[in-house]
Every structure is written in structure tokens, then in C-alpha cells.
């Protein structure tokens, strides 16, 4: 019985290699449909807003755009490296402000979105633990399709010391 589920296995893995290893076999599946008819691939620019809502109206609205060929992933970074002692003289250095990922990946009549980001900041005296400034971070990460010109709620996180909400919006367009 091992023996034979064995071999099964072996035989299942070889006719599995075989066939990816034809020529432009994983080359094609990692193509965008417009790369696959021999077509450069498609452009977008995808504004990004996160929100601040306070009781449902919004009091503050950030903006960040990036332009993405399909396909292809980049990022939005902007902030503040801080020193932080960790050690009598030894510091190591923590990045605060915003960090937006996004992976763009092309289909027929949409596009679907892989989004990591993350925002931090420091607390004002009146949040803060102590004496030492505390750091308030929040991170909104998603996968979902969107459709070209339609803004979509990527996520949104409540801020456990008001009524405030945040939320990350995303509006994908074509580039010509």
C-alpha cells in the first residue's frame, strides 16, 4: 500500500514537471490578458484617500496616487525615520507616517487589487500613556476587484480612543 501510494506520487510529480516545463508554459500563465495577444501591458493610476470620519461626516481626507502597468506592484512612502534608544547609546530607527503597497492585476472587465498599508503617528500628550510619546499605528489590508472608475472601500478601522473611523479608499483609471 506505501509502496504503491509511492509511486503514485512520483508518477503524479513527474507528469506535473513535464508539462510546466514545456516551453512558455509558465510564461504564459503569468501574462496579463493584453500581454497574451502580443500587446503591451495596460496603464492605471490609482488615487488612493484615507479618510477621517468623526460620527459618519468626514473631518480630513488624505490623498496619494500612483500609476501601475498591469501586472505590476508598487509603493507610496512617505514619513519620518525616528531615532529610538534601545540600548545606552545603541538606537535603532523607526519609520512613522504612511506606506501604501498595491499589486494590479488586469482581467476583462475589472481589475483585482492586492493593498497593504499601514499608517502611524504620535500620540498627542492627551492620548499617551506617560512621559515617553507613544506611538499610534493602524494597518488596512485587502484583495478585491475593482471596477475601472468606481471608487471602492478598500477598509475601514474605528479608533479605539474616539469616535473617529478611518478608511482607505481606492479609484482605479485607465491611462491612455
Known sequence: MRRTRTLGWAVFLMTTLSWAAQPGRLEDAAKTPAEAQGQPPNAYRLDFSMNELEEGKRINSRHYSINLNAGDGNQIKIGTRVP???KQGEFQYLDVGTTIFCRLKEHAADVSLEVRSEVSNF????QGPGPHPALRQFTINGSTVAVVGRP????SV???NSKRQFQ????VSKLK
Not at 471602492?152 to 477598509?155: K, L, N, W, Y
Not at 482607505?168 to 479609484?171: A, P
Open 84 to 86: 529610538v534608544e534601545y
Open 123 to 126: 500620540a498627542t500628550m492627551e
Open 152 to 155: 471602492i472601500i478598500i477598509g
Open 158 to 160: 474605528d479608533d479605539p
Open 168 to 171: 482607505l479608499e481606492v479609484t
